[in-house]
C-alpha cells in the first residue's frame, strides 16, 4: 500500500493535539488505516510548545501545504471562515482530500466545498466539526444508514451546557460561570458564538444535512441562546421536574423540516437532562432503530483530535480502495426529501414553561386564564408562591400543552398587555423527546 501523506495546516489546540496523537498511536493507526500515515508538512504561524515537531517541515505559510504536491491530506485546524475557505478551496482545486474540524466553515460554506469537491473528485471530512470526539457524523451517515431519521436532539455547545449546569447545580450567575468557561477553553475565540447559539446552530445545520440529506441551510435554523436564562427560572423548572437544556432540534416533520437551536425544558428522568457540564450528547432517532445516544467530550486538544485522525483514516482507507467505494460527505437523497421547506418557528409545534409576574389581587388568575382558554391552549401545571415581603407581585409559573408557536406568541402578548401584570413574560420551550 501507498503511504499517505498529510499535511496539517493550524498547530493550535486541535492541530497540536492532532499532531501529537497521530504521532504517539502511529503504530495502530497506521495499522487500521491499512497503509503508512506520514505527516509530510505543517503549515502554522506560530509554534506549539506542546508539539515536539521534529523533522517534520514547518512552514510558515499555511498555503504551501495546500501546494506541496506530495500532500495527499490537508488538514484544515485554522479556524475560521475567510482564510481557511481560501486554503481549502485551493487544496481541493489541487486534488487533495480535505479533513476539517471547522463548524462554521462547513455550515456556512459547506455547499460550495461539497461542490467543488466533487467536481475535482476529492473527499472533505468534518467528523470533528460536530460534538468534538463524538462520533455522531459517522454513527447517523454509517451506522444508521438503515433508517429513516425522525428526529435528533443534541447538546452540542459545551459552554452553554456547562454555565446551566453550574446555574443549577451551584445557583451560581451566568457572566461568573462564562468567565470560567472562557478561563477553561471551552468557549470560542467569540464566546457570543456560544451563549448566543450560533455555534450549536453551525452544528445544527450540519448534522441535519447528515440525517436528512439536505443542503446546509444554516441561514435558515431558528437561533436563540442562553442568554436570557435565569437562575429562577432553572430553580421553577427543576421544581417541576425538568431541567433547561440548550438543544439544537432538527425533526422531519412530514412536509418541512424543523430546525431549531434554543433553551429547552426536558423532563429530568431522560438522559439528556443528565448530561452536565461541557459534556456534549446527540440523541437519534431512526425509524428502525429507535432513540440512540452518542455522549462524550465535545471540546478539547485530544478528543477533537481523536475526530479528526479518524477522519484521516477513513480517507487514507479509502484511497487505497476502488474510487466508487469511498464514503461520500454527503448523501443528498434523490427524492423529494432534499427540496423540503425548513419550517419557519411560528409553525413549530412544542409545549411551554411560562413565568408571568402578576399583581397579587382578586381576578388577575382568572384574566390570564381566560387568555388561554380563548386561544384553545390547555394549561398542564401551575404553580404561584406567596409574594414575597413588600412585594405586590407574584410569579405565576405555567406550563401549557403543545401548541403553535404562533398561538403562544399571542398569547403572551396579551398577557404582556394586561395591567395586572409586569414586563415581559418568560417563555421557554419543553420536549417530552420520547418516542
Ligand atoms: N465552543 C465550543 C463548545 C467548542 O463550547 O462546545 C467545541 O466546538
Not at 73 to 91: C, F, H, N, P, S
Not at 103 to 111: E, Q, R, S
Not at 298 to 324: F, H, K, M, Y
Request: hydrophobic share 45%; charged share 20%; net charge negative.
Amino acid at each position: 500500500m501507498n503511504p499517505v501523506r498529510v499535511g496539517i495546516c493550524g498547530l493550535g489546540t486541535v492541530g497540536g493535539g492532532t499532531f501529537n496523537v497521530l504521532t504517539r498511536n502511529r503504530q495502530a493507526i497506521c495499522a487500521r488505516a491499512g497503509c503508512d500515515i506520514v505527516i509530510e508538512q505543517i503549515g502554522a504561524r506560530r509554534d506549539n510548545p506542546s508539539c515536539a515537531t521534529g523533522d517534520v517541515p514547518v512552514s510558515r505559510d499555511i498555503f504551501a501545504v495546500a501546494d506541496n504536491p506530495n500532500v495527499d491530506i490537508v488538514v484544515e485546524l485554522i479556524g475560521g471562515t475567510t482564510v481557511a475557505k481560501e486554503l481549502v478551496l485551493r487544496a481541493i482545486a489541487n486534488g487533495k482530500h480535505i479533513v476539517t474540524a471547522n463548524k462554521a466553515l462547513i455550515a456556512m460554506h459547506g455547499n460550495e466545498i461539497f461542490a467543488a469537491a466533487r467536481e475535482r473528485g476529492v473527499s472533505v471530512a468534518f467528523e470533528a466539526a460536530v460534538a468534538g470526539g463524538v462520533p455522531v457524523i459517522k454513527a447517523i451517515r454509517e451506522g444508521l444508514a438503515a433508517n429513516r431519521i425522525e428526529w435528533l436532539a443534541g447538546i452540542i455547545n459545551g459552554t452553554s451546557n456547562f454555565i446551566l449546569t453550574e446555574m443549577r447545580e451551584k445557583g451560581r450567575a451566568f457572566d461568573d460561570v462564562l468567565k470560567e468557561a472562557q478561563a477553561l477553553g471551552y468557549a470560542e475565540a467569540d464566546p457570543t458564538f456560544d451563549v448566543e447559539g450560533i455555534d450549536a446552530a453551525h452544528k445544527l445545520a450540519i448534522l441535519a444535512s447528515i440525517a436528512f440529506g439536505i443542503p446546509l441551510q444554516f441561514s435558515k435554523i431558528y437561533t436563540e441562546g442562553i442568554t436570557q436564562i435565569s437562575t429562577t427560572d432553572v430553580q421553577y423548572a427543576e421544581e417541576l421536574g425538568y431541567r433547561i437544556k440548550h438543544l439544537g432540534i432538527a425533526r422531519d416533520a412530514g412536509e418541512g423540516i424543523e430546525l431549531r437551536v434554543h433553551p429547552t425544558l426536558i423532563p429530568e428522568k431522560r438522559l439528556l437532562a443528565n448530561v452536565n457540564g461541557a459534556m456534549n450528547a446527540v440523541l437519534v432517532k431512526g425509524d428502525a432503530v429507535g432513540p440512540t445516544l452518542f455522549y462524550g467530550a465535545g471540546a478539547g486538544a485530544e478528543p477533537t483530535a481523536s475526530a479528526v485522525v479518524a477522519d484521516i483514516v477513513d480517507v487514507a482507507r479509502t484511497l487505497n480502495a476502488d474510487p466508487s467505494h469511498r464514503v461520500p460527505y454527503l448523501a443528498f437523497q434523490p427524492d423529494a426529501m432534499s427540496d423540503l421547506p425548513i419550517h419557519p418557528i411560528e409553525e413549530v409545534v412544542s409545549s411551554y414553561y411560562l413565568r408571568i409576574s402578576a399583581l397579587d389581587r382578586p381576578g388577575v388568575l382568572s384574566q390570564v386564564a381566560t387568555i388561554f382558554s380563548d386561544a384553545g391552549i390547555s394549561i398542564e401545571a401551575l404553580i404561584q408562591k406567596e409574594p414575597a415581603p413588600g412585594e405586590d407581585h407574584v410569579p405565576l409559573i405555567m406550563l401549557t400543552n403543545r401548541t403553535e408557536e404562533r398561538k403562544i406568541a399571542a398569547a403572551v402578548a396579551q398577557l404582556e398587555a394586561l395591567d395586572s401584570t409586569d414586563g415581559k413574560v418568560v417563555r421557554l420551550r419543553m420536549e417530552s423527546l420520547s418516542g
